[in-house]
């Protein structure tokens, strides 16, 4: 388990990235970085520091720090997650699925591992899967529009599109209206299924 402190900027690192937000998402990690120098907890000097990179979409590098950060903290759930997330960026999925498993052992209570996990199986084709990984992950965060909106896509690749046009209009709804863009195409989403007579 992580200090609150470092659990709440990790958080809001994920929400940022999440939405593109680097610059916000910048900050989070350099003032991680400084509590943990300051606490010396070395496993989140090094989380901290593959955030950095991570960021600059620098994966190749942040990932010796996350095996780190998982040397000194085995309990770090949200290490295992950025880890299989940086070798799927660099083309290899064998063992980033075994990766998540381990952080949702570790972290059971952390939403993002059990989102992300369903993301990858979603884009393996094993979307039913993927459904019920998005439903644990709203079972943690209910008010997880990203979440909704990847469930919608599970739901389309399987044929379901009153289901998807649903989470579609739950991610919607749950957005901030700042996130403009995002919202632009979400509605472009839910406009296209309507236009399919699906009510």
């Not at 709440?8 to 940022?16: F, K, S, T, V």
């Not at 610059?23 to 010396?40: I, P, W």
């Not at 997330?85 to 063992?95: E, Y």
């Not at 939403?111 to 039913?128: D, E, P």
Request: hydrophobic share 40%.
């Amino acid at each position: 388990m992580n200090h609150p402190d470092f659990t709440q900027l990790r958080c809001a690192i994920d929400g940022a990235i999440t939405y593109q937000d680097l610059v916000s998402a910048k900050t989070f990690a350099e003032a991680g970085l400084r509590l943990a120098e300051d606490k010396e907890c070395l496993g989140e000097m090094m989380y901290f520091k593959a955030q950095r990179y991570i960021i600059d979409g620098r994966c190749d590098e942040a990932i010796p720090f996350l095996e780190k950060a998982l040397l000194y903290n085995p309990q770090d759930g949200a290490a295992y997650n950025d880890l299989a997330l940086c070798r799927i960026n660099n083309g290899v999925i064998n063992g980033a699925e075994a990766l998540f498993d381990k952080g949702i052992a570790v972290e059971p209570d952390y939403a993002t591992i059990y989102h992300n996990k369903g993301w990858f199986l979603n884009n393996l084709g094993r979307s039913a899967e993927a459904l019920e990984l998005f439903r644990q992950t709203l079972a943690l965060e209910p008010d997880r529009a990203v979440t909704y909106e990847n469930m919608a896509d599970a739901y389309e690749h399987l044929g379901c599109g009153r289901e998807a046009l649903a989470a579609y209009k739950k991610a919607f709804d749950l957005l901030p209206p700042v996130l403009i863009d995002i919202r632009e195409q979400i509605g472009e989403e839910i406009t296209r299924l309507e236009g399919k007579n699906i009510k």
